[in-house]
């Protein structure tokens, strides 16, 4: 079955400091691949998505590349902030099916420091 | 500021009560879904809604019942809850009209105490 595997910290950064969280998937077929965020006390936001080889999602600074050959999707952010803070989700759905199933990663907390 | 609201945002209960979660959005999505979220883990889905009709339960005990009773409202109905129950209950909608993208837009949950 599908699987999603990121790395788990925790992630400590200071602030501006260049971040990378990986993640990489198993998939049958062509999936979807999104970064979902948990702010503290809050439900999930999608972040960013790519739906196919070579798409670049970006949003708010972060970016990631759906790499085929590597089966990766890592989420990159050229100098954080505190206020990024946060739970990341990796995760992937089947596109265009109709199971309404996202396959989330176990989540990397990021925490910021000023 | 989130577009799907969940009430009540905190709630504690006895294992015998009756207690029920809405959910609300008026976004005119077609699929909502019911989520559970332990801590520092990551969300696992309990049910899926299409056009107000169950298309997934993924085995949850009967002790949670959903209900949709129309397309902006889904409620989750609690009963006989047990202590291993407490958790973040998350609500999630998204445009659904047969085919899913995986773009969910989540509330902010009802954090559940079972006592």
């Known amino acids: 079955g599908d699987s999603v595997t990121q790395m788990e910290g925790p992630v400590t950064l200071s602030e501006e400091a260049f971040l990378t969280i990986n993640c990489t998937y198993t998939a049958t077929g062509y999936p979807s691949l999104f970064w979902y965020v948990q702010y503290p006390g809050e439900g999930l936001q999608l972040l960013l998505k790519?739906?196919?080889?070579?798409d670049k999602g970006s949003n708010k600074g972060f970016e990631a590349t759906y790499r085929k050959e590597t089966t990766s999707f890592h989420l990159e952010k050229g100098s954080v902030q505190v206020s990024d803070s946060a739970v990341y989700f990796c995760a992937l759905s089947e596109s265009g099916g109709s199971n309404y199933k996202l396959t989330f990663g176990k989540g990397t907390l990021l925490t910021v420091n000023p | 500021d989130t577009e799907v609201t969940q009430t009540p945002k905190h709630l504690v209960m006895g294992m015998t009560n009756k207690k029920s979660l809405k959910c609300e959005q008026h976004?005119?999505?077609?699929?909502m879904y019911w989520y559970k979220q332990k801590a520092k883990k990551p969300p696992e889905l309990m049910f899926v809604?299409?056009?107000?009709?169950?298309?997934i339960n993924e085995s949850v005990p009967s002790r949670f019942s959903p209900e949709c009773p129309n397309s902006s409202l889904l409620n989750l109905h609690l009963h006989a809850l047990q202590p291993e129950d407490s958790a973040l209950y998350l609500c999630a909608s998204s445009q659904g009209a047969g085919v899913y993208t995986g773009e969910l837009f989540f509330g902010e949950g009802s954090r559940l105490t079972v006592l």
């Open positions: 790519a739906t196919k080889a070579d």
């Open positions: 809604y299409s056009y107000e009709k169950l298309s």
């Open positions: 976004m005119g999505h077609r699929a």
